[in-house]
Structure formats: structure tokens, C-alpha cells
């Protein structure tokens, strides 16, 4: 099973500034497959990222993803009120899929 | 558009059983594959399993082996989850999601609205 760790647990920040998000793997990703997800309190999940760079549909083109192998990196170049959250990576190159711990997002 | 909309909050007494529904449209039902996660108080994302609503085949985390069953039911295009021998550290939200391409390795698109089970004696 691929484990993945997220860095930092924490991050304190204020409105406009840039977020940067790690997500490390303890084994390559097969094909880059890597989707980055936010959860608000109180709702479910929304995907922000997949295949490590790909923005879904109705994502502002403030986030960005990048990297490869065991190395990701999600970007949030100038945060805005609603990005207050709770992030998470998720490896499915894999059949036994898995998702980082999560580093939240708050208000500094 | 696509939705997942899931069944209601339900209170268990350990040691019994839970089947959850996750009832979809805005899609063809058996062109993406559909997933369950769960999310314990506080915590994060668990991945639980994957079924392919084409053929009805169903992988499990290795977690939930023994007591996790998923199936579907084409007419209603409709998958169900249950769990059996339920224990207290059960209690959680428990998410269905379809995958995003067609291929039984994908991402999460789209995400049900999530169902609260509390298993307490």
C-alpha cells in the first residue's frame, strides 16, 4: 500500500497570500496519479486536481498542481476567503487507493 | 448534471448491520465505476472500496474484508454498501463518489452528500 504524507499538518495564512501544499509518497505513483481534493466543514469533498496537474472542471485557475513519482505539490497562488480548508491527496495508480492525512488551511 | 444523492443518517447498536445507498443520475449508470470512503469524527478520508456497476464486480480495502459488501442494482441505477458486525470506531460519514473516466483506476469526481452512521450501544 502506498502511504501518503502531507506537509504541513497546519498552514497559517492570511487572504493573498500563496499556499503551498506537499504531498509525498512512499512509493512511485504509477502514471502521475495523484488528485488533489478540498473539504469545507461540514461538506463532502470536492476535486481540485487530478493526474498530478489537471484542474477539474469549475476550478479557478488559481490552484495548481505539479510534480512526479513520489513528490506533488498543490498551489493556491492568492488565497481567497473560501480556500479556508481542509486539504487532501490521493493516490490511484493503485488498486488499493489511498489519501494523505490532510493539511488544513486556516486563518492567520 | 451528475448527482449522487445517499440515504439517510442511521443510529446502529454494535454488532449489527448497515446498508447505506448512494442513488445516481445525470450519467450513463455503468459506463463509471463508483467508490465508497469514509471520514471518522475529525479525521481523515478513508478509501473503503470500488464496485463496477457494469458487472457488479466489488474490490475491498483489505480494512473491511470479511464484512463489506457492495452491489448495485442496474434499474434504479442505484449502489449499496453494507457493513456488518459493526463496531464502535464505525461511526463515521460514509461517502459514495463515481470515478472520473470510465477506468476502474480513477479519480473522484463527483461526491455523494455524505451519510452520518453512529454505531452506539
Known amino acids: 500500500e502506498i502511504v501518503l504524507t502531507q506537509s504541513p499538518g497546519t498552514l497559517s495564512l492570511s487572504p493573498g497570500e500563496r499556499a503551498t501544499l506537499s504531498c509525498r509518497a512512499s512509493?512511485?505513483?504509477?502514471?502521475?496519479?495523484l488528485a488533489w481534493y478540498q473539504q469545507r466543514p461540514g461538506q463532502a469533498p470536492r476535486l481540485l486536481i487530478y493526474?498530478?496537474?489537471s484542474r477539474a472542471t469549475g476550478i479557478p485557475d488559481r490552484f495548481s498542481g505539479s510534480g512526479s513519482g513520489t513528490d506533488f505539490t498543490l498551489t493556491i497562488s492568492r488565497l481567497e476567503p473560501e480556500d479556508f480548508a481542509v486539504y487532501y491527496c490521493?493516490?490511484?495508480?493503485?488498486?488499493?487507493?489511498?489519501f494523505g492525512q490532510g493539511t488544513k488551511v486556516e486563518i492567520k | 448534471q451528475v448527482q449522487l444523492v445517499q440515504s439517510g443518517a442511521e443510529v446502529k447498536k454494535p454488532g449489527a448491520s448497515v446498508k447505506i445507498s448512494c442513488k445516481t443520475s445525470?450519467?450513463?449508470?455503468?459506463?463509471?465505476?463508483l467508490y465508497w470512503v469514509r471520514q471518522a469524527p475529525g479525521q481523515g478520508l478513508e478509501w473503503m472500496g470500488v464496485?463496477?456497476?457494469?458487472?457488479?464486480?466489488?474490490d475491498y480495502a483489505q480494512n473491511f474484508q470479511g464484512r463489506l459488501t457492495m452491489t448495485r442494482d442496474t434499474s434504479t441505477s442505484t449502489v449499496h454498501m453494507e457493513l456488518s458486525s459493526l463496531k464502535s470506531d464505525d461511526t463515521a460519514i460514509y461517502y459514495c463518489?463515481?470515478?472520473?473516466?470510465?477506468?476502474?483506476?480513477?479519480?473522484?469526481?463527483?461526491w455523494g452528500q455524505g451519510t452520518l452512521v453512529t454505531v452506539s450501544s
Open positions: 463518489a463515481k470515478g472520473g473516466d470510465g477506468s476502474g483506476l480513477a479519480y473522484f469526481q463527483n
Open positions: 445525470g450519467y450513463s449508470f455503468t459506463r463509471d465505476y
Open positions: 464496485i463496477n456497476p457494469s458487472t457488479g464486480y466489488a
Open positions: 512509493q512511485s505513483v504509477s502514471s502521475n496519479y
Open positions: 493526474g498530478a496537474s
Open positions: 490521493q493516490q490511484y495508480g493503485s488498486s488499493r487507493r489511498t
